[in-house]
């Protein structure tokens, strides 16, 4: 395999960082170990250890996203007679008026350096929805701009923590889909593995460098991997958790220490809801902003009526596991959890995902057979 | 109503008797067991009298459950409450926002909680704390108890219980003075008016409009209809980034003055470290220069800015 000392790393993110801009794990002063992705200046220290708070999502669906710009123009520039009323009471077209939008600013090409494999399995995970290879389904130019430029490189789990549960949907440590180039940690660097066409592009620019490479062959072994098996009995969950759907007490007892934040959506790799939401300056003009929201929050399902299907935590929370564990394999065929563990490391009242989702197919089962 | 406080150690089988008994006049009540990663304490609810007896107090137990009051109305609850918690009580009460009727409170007294949050960003989630009350271990291993105090409970100026009592057990905690929290307030303190600015500023950039704040928070019970997510009108603009961020953080600060009871829920669930306590303790403590009134300490106050009384200087003096 090819390996690259830890002293290397800046120089390589200085190299790529010629073409695009990298953004790495990064703690943040005063934060109190908080740590995130940010944009990677030569220099800039990268946080090696540890998970980052919020996942790289990101990068392909950004907290808030401009659509578009628009503005109302007076057909004939006559802003005064417009005023006067003269104008008024016709519809846009014949009052000369018109529309004009500024579309979104081209995406910039970015590396990301340092991802988990929980990270970057989830980006292949909201493909599957957002940017489907054979083009069916929805499509997002947003996300599929955001997702061709960029380059994921992925550090290989040696450890993990409580919280980590990549083995047990369909994930792991070293899980190459979503990544561009994977990096496995040993003493003295990383042993390197390209795993897209992308990826041994880089390799091979290095290659063919006269001078001052980065990598060299080397005979050492890839490292073992963190163990991160934790929840047991997921078989047949598509069909197990929907039995139990209305069984109100057992969600309301199983979630009943949940304040109904955002934050374990907002953290989740695979999570994608948006809204999106008109922001004017004035009458004439404004934005079009696409920005996460949560199912997590109240208004999530509020209706125009008054009336909201979810009304309490519970509500909610069941609607979360159901959709992570039961709709979205069911529509898009994969999970939409790559047991990364913010959740659960994030969460204010202690809950666990996996106790709740233990917990649940436990129940469905004792409930009787199908 | 406030029941009598437990006198100097609370042992188990007294906050399991407590418990029981407020079971026989309540649907439910608000306590822990030792259910978290690590042994440390989680949120739980005591249906049944037989499940007391799993109930435990210790300087894990982080959590402000007054939180969950607003929720359950329609019940009666029992609630085991930290003196910062039961601030939080008595201040739902006089906002009328709680019946005092419906709720009893258990009184515990709090040898100052351990940052938990803090602990295992360090350590890894899930590191195993231990507590004797003298030495703090993780893992097995000592620390030094002052870096991971949180900043609320080494200031707990009234390490009172709002019914009265002193707790002899967490006097000595002022005197470790090195939590990374205390020293940013000083840096705070230090800064003028300019430098404060950029340092919200900076500080806000990494809100991501989680509201986990807002939820965490006792008094932030308008939170399903909360102006700062509001639909029906756009009052703020609804984006995640540095000016929206910050407008609906000051938008926060500013509707609970006189109403923060300083539990510091907000910022310990806040997932991007914001130090949101540093500005809501400013404002108590302007509150209580110019009105002298603290949040949650008699649920029978007014609170300042929620009541009109003409022969307050207050209003002059600001």
Redesign the interface.
């Known amino acids: 395999m090819r390996f690259i000392t830890r002293e290397k790393i800046q120089d390589l993110l200085e190299a790529l960082a010629s073409e695009a801009e990298v953004w790495a794990p990064r703690e ?1 002063n ?5 740590i ?1 992705f940010e944009r990677w200046r030569s220099g800039d220290p990268i946080a090696f250890e540890g998970v980052t ?2 996942s790289a999502k990101d990068m392909v669906l950004p ?2 996203e401009k659509l578009f710009g628009f503005r109302y123009t007076a057909g004939t520039g006559n802003l005064l007679a417009e005023a006067l009323g003269q104008s008024a009471g016709q519809p846009a077209k014949e009052k000369g008026e018109h529309l004009s939008i500024d579309p979104a600013e081209p995406v910039a090409e970015k590396v990301l350096f340092g991802v988990r494999a929980c990270d970057a399995k989830a980006l292949d995970v909201l493909d599957s929805l957002f940017n489907r290879a054979d083009g069916s389904g929805y499509e997002d130019p947003g996300y599929r701009s955001r997702r061709a430029g960029l380059t994921v490189i992925t550090i290989a789990c040696t450890s993990c ?3 980590c549960f990549c083995s047990s949907f369909d994930n792991g440590p070293a899980e190459k889909a979503g990544s561009d180039l994977i990096f496995y940690p040993v003493d003295t660097g990383f042993l390197v593995e390209a795993v897209t066409v992308r990826g041994e592009k880089i390799l091979a620019r290095d290659e063919a460098a006269k001078s001052g490479q980065l990598f060299e062959e080397s005979m050492l072994q890839p490292p073992a991997l963190a163990e991160t098996a934790r929840v047991e009995g997921t078989a047949d969950m598509e069909t197990l958790l929907p039995a139990i759907f209305a069984d109100l007490d057992f969600w309301e ?1 199983s979630t ?2 949940c ?5 374990c959506t ?2 989740c790799p695979t999570c994608h809801c948006f ?1 999106i ?1 008109d ?1 004017m300056r004035g009458d004439r003009e404004g934005e079009r ?1 696409r ?2 929201d ?1 199912c997590m ?3 999530y399902t ?1 209706e125009a009526s008054g009336h909201n299907p979810r009304p ?2 519970a509500h909610r929370y069941r609607n979360r596991i159901n959709h992570k564990f039961s709709y979205y394999p069911e529509n898009q065929g994969q999970i939409l959890c790559t047991g990364c ?1 913010r959740c ?3 969460c ?3 809950l ?1 995902i996996r106790e709740v989702m233990t917990a649940a197919l436990a129940h469905a089962r004792g409930q009787g057979s199908t | 109503m406030i029941s009598e406080l437990a006198k100097s150690e609370l042992s188990m089988s007294d906050l399991a008797a407590k418990i029981s008994e407020a079971l026989a006049g309540a649907d439910l009540v608000l306590g822990w067991t030792a259910s978290g990663p690590g042994g440390v304490a989680a949120p739980a609810r005591f249906y049944e009298q037989a499940e007391a007896q799993q109930a435990v107090f210790d300087s894990t137990c982080v959590h402000n459950l007054a939180v969950h009051l607003p929720r359950l109305k329609e019940r009666r609850v029992g609630i085991v409450a930290k003196p910062c918690d039961a601030r939080a009580v008595n201040q739902l009460i006089a906002e009328r926002e709680i019946d005092p009727g419906r709720v009893s409170v258990i009184g515990v007294e709090c040898p100052s909680m351990v940052d938990v949050k803090t602990i295992w960003r360090r350590f890894g989630y899930g590191a195993r704390i231990e507590d004797d009350g003298e030495r703090l271990l993780v893992n097995g291993a000592e620390v030094e108890r002052g870096k991971y105090t949180p900043a609320k409970c080494a200031d707990c100026a009234d390490r009172v219980h709002p019914a009265g009592e002193q707790s002899a057990a967490v006097a000595d905690v002022t005197d470790e003075t090195a939590a990374d929290e205390r020293q940013l307030r000083e840096r705070f303190n230090a800064m003028s008016p300019a430098e404060r600015r950029e340092f919200w500023r900076e500080q806000y950039s990494r809100c991501i409009r989680c509201y986990a704040c807002r939820e965490a928070c006792p008094m932030c019970y308008c939170r399903d209809v909360c102006i700062m997510q509001s639909d029906e009108s756009r009052w703020t603009g609804g984006g995640v980034n540095a000016g929206d961020a910050e407008m609906m953080q000051l938008i926060r600060v500013n509707h609970l003055a006189g109403r923060c009871t300083g539990c510091g829920e907000c910022e310990r669930a806040c997932p991007a470290g914001i130090p949101l306590m540093l500005l809501m303790e400013e404002q108590n403590r302007v509150v209580e220069e110019l009105f002298g009134h603290r949040a949650g300490v008699d649920p029978d106050a007014r609170p300042p800015l929620l009541s009109f009384n003409a022969n307050n200087d207050g209003w002059r003096k600001a």
């Open positions: 943040l005063g934060s109190g170990g908080s995130m708070t919020l907290r808030t923590d409580e919280a007892r009943a220490s304040i109904s934040c955002g934050f907002y953290g809204n939401h922001e902003l920005s996460w949560a929050f109240h208004i509020q309490t935590p563990g659960i490391r994030g204010p009242a202690g666990d």
